[in-house]
């Protein structure tokens, strides 16, 4: 998941479009898109407000300093209620902003080195569309995911571990970030949905999601100029919270943790 070899950050331009499949759209390992623009012949009426997502996964070793020091030093953890903050580090998460330059804790971590492993997305969204951020799956159910989805781990197939990120353009022009932990399972739904128009159904499409459950009762909401980064950690010493189960990979060899920063920039 998290292991592999030394890859300099690749931003990828990820333009989501086509029929219902997949809402929200869905930022993972590097992949292929394709884009289709449509024939336009009369002039269009002005769309929602678009959103540029830059999205950063930074891998260390488990329990290295830099990721769980160094990087917070500058970050503004208050941002957050201190009603949430203990909320999220009751469930292994840690949450702050970056402002301006990445300090050199940040640098050092995005820099090439034989410890550091860094992939990146770049991705063009709507105001008001969710993405979902996948940062970890399961071959088997980890007890602590059971949990959140009131079953046995044998009852769940291969879950996957999520942020739903919701950005919103405010009116003066930075984006109001709401981040959900989700949790993803077994096998995609599939259900055709009547589209209605002025006379009754239109037609019918076919939709395609995946049986999801959020932590609706843990979001969290940032405000963000462009040049501010949200920072997304966890607490990696107790291995049953959310937190780890999301950001620590105890599978490679060593066990690697991860970091997760995301900036987000208003665009026409």
Request: proline letters at 9%.
């Amino acid at each position: 998941m998290l292991s592999g070899r030394l890859a300099q950050i690749g931003l990828l331009l990820l333009t989501l479009v086509g029929c219902r499949a997949l809402t929200p759209s869905v930022v993972q390992p590097p992949g292929r898109a394709h884009v289709v623009k449509p024939a336009v012949y009369e002039q269009q009426p002005a769309g929602p407000p678009r959103v540029l997502l830059e999205i950063v996964f930074a891998s260390r070793p488990l329990g290295d300093r830099s990721i769980n020091e160094a990087a917070w030093q500058t970050a503004d953890e208050a941002i957050l209620s201190l009603e949430l903050q203990e909320r999220l580090r009751s469930l292994g998460f840690r949450v702050g902003v970056l402002s301006g330059q990445p300090p050199e804790s940040i640098d050092m971590i995005l820099r090439e080195t034989p410890e550091g492993i860094l992939n990146g997305h770049r991705l063009s969204t709507v105001s008001g569309k969710a993405t979902a951020v996948m940062v970890a799956t399961y071959k088997e159910c980890p007890e602590t995911l059971a949990e959140v989805l009131d079953a046995e781990p044998d009852q769940i197939q291969a879950p996957r571990c999520l942020f739903s990120v919701l950005p919103t353009v405010q009116s003066d022009g930075s984006v109001q970030l709401y981040v959900t932990p989700a949790v993803q399972y077994g096998s995609m739904r599939r259900r055709f949905v009547p589209e209605f128009g002025p006379g009754g159904v239109r037609q019918w499409t076919l939709e395609i999601t995946p049986n999801e459950k959020k932590l609706a009762d843990v979001t969290w909401s940032v405000q963000l100029r462009p040049d501010e980064y949200l920072l997304i950690g966890c607490y990696p010493e107790d291995e049953s919270k959310l937190g780890a189960v999301f950001l620590v990979d105890r599978n490679s060899t060593p066990p690697r943790q991860m970091l997760v920063l995301i900036r987000a920039e208003s665009v026409r």
